[in-house]
């Protein structure tokens, strides 16, 4: 499936918006539409919530989507319109809950085990088939939010035979979260500068307080790593203005 967007933030006056979900499979696919919890750790990986932390605030119960479940030929796709409502006494700051997109099974597919295909005499196959999934955040900022971020504790790793490894620390502060896109660059003391990695679409939701990251350094064009500077940018993605959020520069002898 294809997801656009990929997160929704609802701020100030707005209470609307729309997502397109599309099938670019071969088969026809059914998907269920909900909304589900998640926490994301220090590496970004997210996981289920079973019992809020301190700060942990949903969106959930202020979110309102249709549909809630659509079948989507090969190539179609379906608008998904999403409403908030906020109660009056809500407290300023932000709230995140991410909707789900679940592929259910196909009713006129062979599901008993006596239709599955036989491998040999007296065996039974069992055909298995994946049903995937997705998820995007959907975040309603209430009040006065804000956030900054700052990129610490910079380790530039070598191991033999393989690229340069860089690992950092994303520390962020304030009552909303942050997203957008890190650049990595390096300009030797007598050369121009190079950008030898990027990551996009990287977020840390509160009340995360930091991210630990590395990226993987690409090749550099007729120079070594030494005897320059390493330059790390976060800026918002284009669409959100562009922003630079932080840089630091590390400096290599």
């Not at 922003?243 to 290599?252: F, S, W």
């Amino acid at each position: 499936m294809m997801l656009y967007p990929t997160r929704i933030v609802f701020a100030g006056n707005q209470r609307a918006a729309q997502l397109e979900l599309i099938n670019n499979g071969t088969e026809s696919a059914t998907y269920r539409i909900s909304l589900v919890n998640r926490r994301m750790s220090e590496t970004g990986a997210f996981s289920g919530i079973d019992v809020p932390l301190p700060g942990e605030q949903f969106a959930e119960d202020m979110l309102r989507y249709s549909p809630r479940q659509v079948t989507l030929a090969p190539g179609a796709g379906q608008a998904v319109r999403i409403m908030v409502r906020k109660p009056a006494n809500l407290a300023p700051g932000e709230y995140r809950s991410h909707m789900l997109f679940a592929k259910q099974p196909n009713p006129e597919g062979r599901t008993s085990v006596e239709s599955s295909n036989a491998t040999a005499d007296n065996e039974i196959g069992i055909t298995l088939t994946a049903l995937v999934g997705a998820s995007i955040p959907v975040i309603v900022r209430h009040g006065n939010t804000d956030a900054s971020v700052a990129l610490t504790h910079l380790d530039l790793r070598r191991p033999a035979d393989k690229a340069p490894v860089l690992g950092f620390v994303m520390e962020r502060s304030g009552n909303q979260s942050v997203y957008g896109d890190l650049t990595i660059s390096f300009t030797p003391y007598s050369g121009s500068e190079q950008v030898i990695a990027r990551a996009n679409g990287v977020a840390i939701y509160t009340p995360n307080p930091l991210r630990r990251a590395s990226i993987s350094l690409g090749q550099l064009n007729g120079s070594r790593l030494t005897n320059g500077a390493l330059r790390v940018t976060y800026r918002e993605q284009a669409e959100d203005g562009g922003a630079l959020l932080v840089e630091t520069v590390l400096q290599l002898p």
